[in-house]
């Protein structure tokens, strides 16, 4: 479908085919069967509106109204594509920034890249709270034993570094991680970051403004300030 999220504004959006489609040259693409057709696609929030490229593969579509018909509602890939750099503001910053480069490995379909990095990430946030054992897998268990993360977390990050593993010690040739699996991983760390970083300090304010009302030196306004409602990890 035409839909996507804009890789411009990043608003997921309906993209308007701007005619003419073209066919791209065989050589480009060598495939005996399948003809590939593109087309520029505006962006329907009036805010953006800037062009993006769709195409798709048919089979056997050699036709320019066939295609013209076809693509609009085809599974297309875009370009540019939307990269994703989701922030974590509670997070140390060079974790942080792991994590949100894993999360714009996956959005441009980089899989390994994303699991790779995840793998770090989950090394990473075990060295932050202090553990120091020797290996990822002792430093798992470590944050479990410790009541820092739950056993389900710690089960996710053993599957985490489970597949991170096979990237890293290069056993990618036979069934390459798919995307939808990649994308499960970086749920996972993305809960393994809000477990073991962002809960707690989200309650760790939420228990300084109980504190501060029950002193009576609350603040009058709506918001405190520095904590303003544009921080993205609110409360
Ligand atoms: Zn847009």
């Known amino acids: 479908m035409a839909s996507t999220d804009c890789g411009w504004c990043g608003v997921r959006t309906h993209m308007i085919m701007v005619p003419p489609v073209r066919e791209l040259p065989r050589a480009t693409w060598q495939s005996r069967d399948d ?14 509106a800037r062009l993006s490229v769709g195409w798709a593969t048919f089979y056997k579509v050699t036709h320019e109204s066939e295609a013209q018909a076809h693509l609009p509602t085809a599974e ?25 480069e894993a999360h714009a490995c996956l959005s441009i379909g980089a899989a390994r890249g994303a699991v790779a990095l995840a793998r770090a990430v989950v090394e990473a946030t075990a060295k932050a709270k202090g553990v120091t054992t020797h290996g990822i897998v002792q430093k798992i268990n470590a944050l479990r034993d410790n009541y820092v993360i739950s056993p389900l977390t710690a089960e996710a990050s053993h599957q985490i570094r489970k597949d991170g593993n096979s990237i890293a010690h290069g056993d990618i040739g036979d069934e390459p991680i798919s995307q939808d699996d990649a994308a499960a991983i970086l749920e996972f760390m993305d809960a393994l970051l809000d477990e073991v970083f962002q809960r707690p300090a989200k309650l760790q304010r939420l228990k300084e403004r109980h504190e501060e009302r029950k002193q009576g030196n609350a603040p009058s306004g709506p918001t405190a300030p520095g904590r303003s409602g544009a921080d993205f990890g609110g409360v």
């Open 76 to 100: 297309l890939q875009w370009e540019p594509k939307q990269i994703r750099q989701p922030v974590f503001p509670d997070v140390p910053p060079e974790i942080e920034q792991a994590a949100s």
């Open 35 to 48: 003809n590939v057709w593109m087309a520029a696609f505006r962006c329907s929030n009036e805010k953006c």
